[in-house]
Nanobody, 123 residues
Framework: QVQLVESGGGLVQAGGSLRLSCAASGPISSWPTMGWFRQAPGKEREFVATVRWDGGSTYNTDSVKDRFTISRDNAKNMVYLQMNSLKPEDTAVYFC????????????????WGQGTQVTVSS
């Protein structure tokens, strides 16, 4: 059983940037896909981005493509989400998760989750 801990959230003005980190208790190379999701108050948890073991990535194109970048460092057991040009609608708790599936864009596809880190973007 792997444990995931997110960090790097905070308060930022619109147009600013944040870099989220996810530290895993074990080798993330054991998990083909790592992902980031987010959940705003009163809303469903939604897909943000995923990255495969080989570095290939998929994004929520409509909302974050060209603004967010997901990456992983298998040697350090870390996953990152670089967020640029942040907007107020990006405000949410961001969760890191891991999946044994090669294609995993839905919450049900993931096996383990972190506790989340709060991102707040002011207008």
């Amino acid at each position: 059983q792997v444990q995931l801990v997110e960090s790097g959230g905070g308060l930022v003005q619109a147009g600013g940037s944040l870099r989220l980190s996810c530290a895993a208790s074990g080798p993330i190379s054991s998990w083909p896909t790592m992902g980031w999701f987010r959940q705003a108050p009163g809303k469903e948890r939604e897909f943000v981005a995923t990255v495969r073991w080989d570095g290939g990535s998929t994004y929520n194109t409509d909302s974050v493509k060209d603004r967010f970048t997901i990456s992983r460092d298998n040697a350090k057991n870390m996953v990152y989400l670089q967020m640029n040009s942040l907007k107020p609608e990006d405000t949410a708790v961001y969760f890191c998760a891991t999946s044994v599936r090669l294609l995993a864009g839905s919450r049900r596809d993931y096996d383990y989750w972190g506790q989340g880190t709060q991102v707040t973007v002011s207008s």
